[in-house]
Nanobody
Framework: QVHLVESGGGLVQPGGSLRLSCTSSISIFSINAMAWYRQAPGEERELVAGITSGGRTNYYVDSVKGRFTISRDNTKNTVYLQMNNLKPEDTAVYYC????????WGQGTQVTVSS
């Protein structure tokens, strides 16, 4: 099984930045794709960003394009989500996901954007 641990969430003012980290219990080079999802209260879970094992095929939901950047460091078995120019509508629980034969999930980290 793959165990994922997220960190980096917190409270930030609009326009601020946060960097989320997700560390895997196995080499992420062996994982087909890593992704970040988010879920706001009363809303469905949404795919925010994804990255393949090669790191050359990325995906971003339209609402975060130009503001968020997904990256991975295979030496640390870690995927990151750099979030800049944060908006109140970015407030959600952010979940790391690993796609192998099955999909694995982290426990989530809260991101709150508020003045």
């Amino acid at each position: 099984q793959v165990h994922l641990v997220e960190s980096g969430g917190g409270l930030v003012q609009p326009g601020g930045s946060l960097r989320l980290s997700c560390t895997s219990s196995i080499s992420i080079f062996s994982i087909n794709a890593m992704a970040w999802y988010r879920q706001a209260p009363g809303e469905e879970r949404e795919l925010v960003a994804g990255i393949t094992s090669g790191g050359r095929t990325n995906y971003y939901v339209d609402s975060v394009k130009g503001r968020f950047t997904i990256s991975r460091d295979n030496t640390k078995n870690t995927v990151y989500l750099q979030m800049n120019n944060l908006k109140p509508e970015d407030t959600a629980v952010y979940y790391c996901s690993a796609q192998t034969y099955v999909q694995y999930w982290g426990q989530g980290t809260q991101v709150t954007v508020s003045s």
